[in-house]
């Protein structure tokens, strides 16, 4: 490789700007009162007919919103919320994490494959044409997010946009469901006794990730601090997670590692927590593997729970709730628990939102193939 | 759909793999931001960090191995377990095979190897073989194939090759909108540079819809010109059950 002049210090890596819509609404605060409610937004599905699916219900915004619409909305609100006008967006580059359009596969011509969305939200919010999509499922968007934090920290780039979105749609509950991995009494119960697995939502987030120096020449406050970030992978099964967690584990601990923080500092856990019987038992393995002792103590829940599963746009929705809860120093509810189950002994955050005086909350993610990240953000 | 570019590669197999250092990267420098620079090495008894991580500034980014499909207009592509219907995931699993038994031999890799070694698989056309049987079933209101769930996403493969060769580093799934090796390099370079992996084994593979050429795909080995100086991983790997079971 040829070398590279020495990067300037760049500072942490810290987020100035964020969007996010749910099925509670369009809005950070729409969101943070969805998951501190700890009232789920699951109802039946009337987006498209889902007669043929033995789960019927999903968390959905209302009507037929398009993709690339609501991405270039959460976009725009983030780079607003950054104070990052046109000429700031079109040196900068942008990184989407998306779920395929079914339109896409219907009709060769309809201008809707993951290509297409990705450069009409370029297109529309002003950044550069082609941008790269990440497509590793329900890692895609904390892959994306730990790139962008590597590009920053690494002198390549003063900031990175992050967007990522996921619309329920009928090809993804028919596949969910012929593969039995909804949660057929229509809750999602994390790391609780009796869960019977996980259930789809909509889930649309960008974030605007700087130096600090950057931000801090542009006189902009960040939000958060991206303190830490870590990947690694199972070696283990096609769409099984390692049992004993080791693999999110050594994420965890990368993390930790790059943020130089100790276990005992994280505060708060936004865990990947589908409510899948095996998923859970081995996210719980990890956490005990990777924090140690402090894993009897740091409180958790997974917000999945309320606002379902986002897919590719899960890992920046989580991690949009896991910064709203840094600022709110209030912990998200771990709803639909029905008991405890001993494969996963953790402070759960049951009940009702938890008052908390937290510097550092760690946002899991976990996929198929083994796949595993870890997002540590801090106070501002 | 989008060709898989190769112009500008440096590694053009003459066999079913090919191993030997090639230099990194005329190809994808000549495009988009700078490639990645070495982060600082991680300090002595950081937890994660390979005892060769300090020698990644020395040695350099080289493709260590490489390999390509089809080699010929007669080349199959042997089926997978678990996996039907379209010929997205044997062809990843195939080039996967050729380039890392050209550099491993048998399978699986070495724990002090593949314990740190990422898998990025790149495509812009995805399996859209896969994506139609879903829509099919969907419009027809048929039940979709329970297989079809698992393969539905680019993650399964990524993850049957990361258990098949015992490859531990970060699994990462993209779709490059242009300049697919070049951006697929820059992928590479950046997990390099970030510290969770000391090798990357890139897949790039597209499928071609009927009648406009045909799948066709490189995998790529890419990794210190002195990989692997020697040590051992940080939280050695056992080969799964399973694995050893059913022959994967």
Redesign the interface.
């Known amino acids: 490789?040829?070398s590279?002049p020495?990067?300037a210090e760049p500072g942490p890596v810290v987020i100035t700007g964020m969007g996010v819509t749910s099925a509670f609404g369009r809005g950070p605060a729409a969101l943070l009162d969805g998951v501190l409610s700890g009232t789920p937004a699951f109802a039946p599905v009337t987006r498209f007919s889902a007669e043929?699916c033995r789960v019927k219900v999903a968390a959905q915004l209302p009507g037929t919103p398009l993709l690339a619409d609501e991405i270039s909305a959460a976009l725009e609100d983030a780079c607003t919320d950054a104070g990052a006008g046109p000429e700031l967006r079109a040196r900068t580059?942008l990184l989407l994490a998306l779920h395929?359009d079914?339109a896409?596969?219907?009709d060769?011509a309809a201008d809707r494959t993951?290509?297409d969305t990705?450069?009409l939200v370029a297109a529309r919010c002003g950044f550069p044409?082609?941008?790269?999509?990440?497509?590793?499922?329900c890692?895609?968007a904390s892959?994306a997010v730990?790139?962008a934090a590597?590009?920053i920290?690494?002198?390549?780039?003063d900031r990175v946009a992050v967007a990522a979105g996921f619309l329920v749609d009928?090809?993804s509950l028919?596949?969910?469901?012929?593969?039995?991995?909804l949660a057929v009494d229509g809750q999602v119960r994390p790391f609780s006794a009796g869960r019977r697995g996980l259930l789809l939502g909509d889930g649309v987030a960008a974030v605007l990730l700087e130096s600090a120096a950057a931000a801090r020449d542009r006189g902009i406050r960040p939000a958060a601090v991206l303190a830490g970030w870590?990947?690694?992978?199972?070696?283990?099964?096609?769409?099984q997670p390692?049992p004993d967690g080791?693999?999110l584990a050594?994420?965890i601990?990368?993390a930790?590692?790059r943020a130089q923080l100790d276990p005992a500092d994280v505060g708060y856990v936004n865990a990947n927590g589908t409510g899948t019987s095996f998923s859970d038992a081995a996210e719980a393995a990890a956490l005990h593997r990777g924090l140690g002792p402090a894993a009897e103590r740091v409180p958790v829940s997974s917000t999945k729970s309320v606002h379902g599963h986002a897919l590719e746009a899960s890992g920046l929705l989580e991690l949009i709730v896991a910064v709203l809860a840094l600022r709110e120093q209030r912990l998200p509810v771990n709803a639909g628990y029905l008991g405890p189950d001993q494969d996963c002994q953790l402070d759960l955050v049951l009940g009702a939102a938890r008052e908390a005086g937290l510097r550092y909350a760690l946002s899991l993610n976990a996929?198929?193939?083994?796949?595993n990240t870890a997002l540590l953000v801090g106070a501002a | 759909m989008s060709a898989l570019s190769v112009a500008g590669s440096p590694a053009v197999p003459a066999a079913g793999g090919t191993s030997g250092a090639v230099p990194l990267l005329a190809g994808a420098q000549a495009a988009g931001p700078p490639l990645a620079a070495p982060l600082p090495t991680p300090g002595a008894g950081a937890a994660g960090a390979a005892p060769w991580a300090g020698l990644r500034a020395d040695g350099g980014p080289v493709i260590l191995a490489s390999a390509s499909w089809p080699l010929s207009p007669a080349d199959q592509l042997p089926a997978i377990p678990g996996f039907v219907t379209s010929s997205f995931s044997p062809l990843v699993a195939e080039l996967a095979d050729r380039c890392l038994q050209s550099y491993f031999g048998a399978r699986p890799a070495s724990q002090a190897l593949g314990g740190r070694t990422a898998v990025l698989l790149a495509s812009t056309s995805g399996d859209i073989a896969t994506a139609a049987a879903v829509a099919a079933a969907v419009e027809a209101g048929r039940r979709v194939p329970p297989l079809l769930f698992f393969q539905s996403n680019p993650n399964a493969v990524a993850g049957y090759v990361a258990a098949r060769w015992g490859l531990a580093g970060p699994v990462v799934c993209t779709m490059p909108a242009a300049d697919t090796l070049a951006d697929a390099h820059r992928s590479a370079l950046l997990l390099l540079a970030d510290g969770d992996a000391d090798a990357v084994l890139l897949i790039l593979a597209e499928q071609v819809q009927a009648g406009d050429g045909g799948d066709h795909g490189l995998a790529q080995l890419i990794g210190p010109s002195s990989w692997p100086p020697g040590g051992t991983p940080p939280e050695p790997l056992s080969q799964p059950d399973h694995v050893q079971e059913r022959g994967i």
Request: positive net charge; without cysteine; aromatic residues 6%.
């Open positions: 490789m040829a590279l020495p990067a043929h580059t395929s079914p896409a596969a219907r060769a993951v290509g990705a450069g044409a082609a941008p790269r999509v990440y497509s590793a499922a890692v895609a892959t730990a790139d590597a590009m920290a690494s002198g390549q780039a009928n090809d028919a596949l969910f469901d012929a593969g039995r991995a870590g990947r690694a992978g199972d070696a283990y099964h096609v769409v390692r080791s693999g050594r994420a601990t990368s930790l590692r996929a198929f193939g083994g796949a």
